[in-house]
C-alpha cells in the first residue's frame, strides 16, 4: 500500500470514529451546555431553564444553561458556530438575534444562516401592547387619535434598538400613520418600570413576561400582536381586532448547534428536544406563561428564519447598531 492510499484509509478512519463518537456523545452521558445570549433572570432565560430538565431526562445527560449575554445577544451564538459539532454545545437562541440582528448590526461575528446547524423550533411567542394604568385610553383607536394629534408626544419603550418589540412599535406607527418618540433600554424589565411610573406611555412586551403586570392592575393592556387571542389573555383583542387589519408579529425560539453538526446527531437532539417539550408538566407551564408550542423538524426552523430576515429587512432601512 503507497503512502497516498494509506493516508487516505486513515483519514476514512478517523473521520468514521469521529462520527461515532460524536453521535454518542448525543446520545447519553456527556454534559450538554446550552447557552442563552442573554442575563439571567429574563424570558429567554426563565425559558431555556424550564426546558433543560426535561431535555436532560430524555437526553441522559445533564443539560447547563449558561448565560452569555454580549454582542446584542449574539455572543452565544457566535460561541456556538465556532464550537466542535459533537452536539454536546448549544444555542437556545431567541428570533430577533437570528432573524432582526443579521439586518441591524454594522458587523455581526457569525452568520446565522451559515455557520450553525438548525436543530430543532421550541416555542412561538407574541407580544401585548401595554400602557400606563392611569392613561385615559381604553383601545387601541383612543391610543392612536391621541397619538396622531400629538405627533411625537407618545413615547413607548424597548428592549434596545433593533428588538422585535422595537420594531413592533415601529411597525404599529407606520401602519397606523403616527409618529412616536422611541426610548430604547437594556432589556424589557426597566422599560416596563418606566411604563409602569408614567415616564413612557407605553411598549410591547413579551406576553409570559407582561401577564403578570397587567393581572396586577399595573398596566394595561390595549392588544395581543398575535393572528388570534392568547389563551393567558382571553380578554385582550388582538391588533387586528383592535383595528390594524393583518397585525401579526411573534417570535420564536429554537435550538442550534455548530456547522456541519452531523445528520445522527441533528436527528437525535431533534428528537430529544420534541419528546421534552411533550412532557405534560412543562407543556402546561410554559403554555400558562402565554407560549405556544412549536416544535417539529430542523427545515420547519430553518425555513421560518429565513424567511423573516427577509422579511425584517425591508422593517429595518436606516436603523443600525453597532
Known amino acids: 500500500m503507497n503512502r497516498f492510499h494509506h493516508f487516505t484509509r486513515r483519514a476514512a478512519v478517523l473521520s468514521g470514529l469521529a462520527l461515532a463518537a460524536s453521535a454518542a456523545l448525543a446520545q447519553g452521558g456527556a454534559p450538554v451546555r446550552l447557552l442563552v445570549g442573554y442575563a439571567a433572570g429574563g424570558p429567554v432565560d426563565a425559558a431555556a431553564r424550564l426546558i433543560a430538565p426535561a431535555l436532560a431526562k430524555e437526553l441522559g445527560s445533564p443539560v447547563q444553561v449558561e448565560n452569555k449575554p454580549g454582542a446584542n445577544a449574539t455572543l452565544a451564538g457566535d460561541m456556538v458556530a465556532k464550537g466542535t459539532p459533537d452536539g454536546t454545545l448549544l444555542w437556545f437562541a431567541a428570533s430577533p438575534t437570528v432573524t432582526i440582528s443579521p439586518n ?24 401585548v401592547l401595554v400602557i400606563n394604568k392611569d392613561l385615559p385610553f381604553q383601545n387601541l383607536k383612543e391610543l ?72 396586577g392592575g399595573k398596566v394595561r393592556a390595549i392588544a395581543v ?93 436606516g436603523i443600525e447598531i453597532d
Open 104 to 127: 441591524v448590526m454594522k458587523k455581526m461575528a457569525f452568520d446565522p444562516g451559515k455557520d450553525l446547524t438548525p436543530l430543532a423550533p421550541v416555542l412561538s411567542y407574541y407580544n
Open 225 to 317: 400582536t398575535s393572528p388570534q387571542r392568547n389563551a393567558s389573555l382571553p380578554s385582550v383583542p388582538t391588533m387586528s381586532e383592535a383595528g390594524l387589519p393583518g397585525f401579526d408579529v411573534g417570535g420564536w425560539y429554537g435550538v442550534y448547534g455548530p456547522a456541519n453538526t452531523p445528520a445522527a446527531v441533528t436527528a437525535r437532539l431533534n428528537q430529544a428536544i420534541t419528546k421534552a417539550l411533550a412532557q405534560p408538566e412543562l407543556k402546561a407551564k410554559l403554555e400558562e406563561m402565554g407560549y405556544e408550542l412549536w416544535t417539529g423538524a430542523p427545515k420547519l426552523l430553518a425555513d421560518r428564519a429565513q424567511k423573516e430576515r427577509a422579511m425584517w429587512a425591508t422593517v429595518t432601512k
Open 144 to 215: 392612536t387619535d391621541y397619538a396622531k394629534a400629538n405627533p411625537e408626544k407618545v413615547a413607548y419603550g424597548s428592549a434596545g434598538i433593533g428588538g422585535s418589540n422595537h420594531l413592533c412599535g415601529e411597525l404599529f406607527a407606520a401602519r397606523s400613520q403616527v409618529k412616536l418618540t422611541h426610548v430604547p433600554y437594556k432589556g424589557n424589565a426597566p422599560a416596563m418600570t418606566d411604563v409602569m411610573g408614567g415616564q413612557l406611555t407605553m411598549m410591547f412586551d413579551i406576553i409570559g413576561s407582561a401577564r403578570n403586570y397587567i393581572a
